[in-house]
């Protein structure tokens, strides 16, 4: 089995990975984590030195070859991952999406502590990180969508992402 969460930065991915990963026994994979590991550079220097497309591609490449080259996996997916090159549908034709959907109310709550650590909010000012959040969830929202599970209960029930991966 294959699962694939997806959705908006900060709505807690790699949180609920790692303990689906517990409870399933089964191993896990951050695909920013691994992209990192894999270019020796973090995610801001990616996008500083390279570029947002280098990094989309990287990233589209290191998702080819964990899904090819594992069995059974949990994967939390960088927020921006389903947006490009067909991911949503690679996922999708590879295993389980599920869609962490997470209020905007509480990704602006989260974020706003953490945008030094992601470079595309790092610059904005705390009153345009929710106007940011807004449009480019509305950008992407139509593809996480397309996950074969949703889970918008907040807080996430463990017992509940189970039983909805378990019954896609």
């Known amino acids: 089995m294959k699962i694939f969460l ?9 949180h609920w990975g790692r303990l689906l990963s517990e409870k399933l026994g089964m191993r896990f994979f951050d695909l920013d984590e691994q992209l990192v590991e894999q270019a020796g550079k973090t995610i801001n220097e990616i996008f500083e030195t390279e570029g947002e497309e280098q990094f989309r591609l990287k990233e589209k490449e290191i998702l080819h070859i964990i899904t090819e080259s594992h069995e059974n996996f949990i994967m939390a997916c960088g927020g921006g991952a389903p947006c490009y ?3 949503i549908v690679y996922m999708n034709q590879s295993g389980i999406t599920v869609w962490i959907h997470t209020p905007i109310k509480t990704l602006v709550e989260r974020l706003n502590s953490e945008k ?4 595309l909010i790092k ?4 009153d345009q990180l929710e106007s940011y959040i807004t449009k480019k969830f509305a950008d992407r929202k139509i593809y996480y969508e397309q996950a ?5 209960e907040e807080p996430v029930q463990i017992e509940n992402l189970i039983d909805k991966i378990f019954h896609a």
């Open 148 to 152: 074969k599970v949703s889970i918008d």
């Open 123 to 126: 610059a904005l000012t705390d």
């Open 116 to 119: 030094e650590k992601r470079p």
């Open 85 to 87: 090159f067909n991911n």
């Open 6 to 14: 997806i959705g908006f930065m900060g709505s807690g991915k790699t």
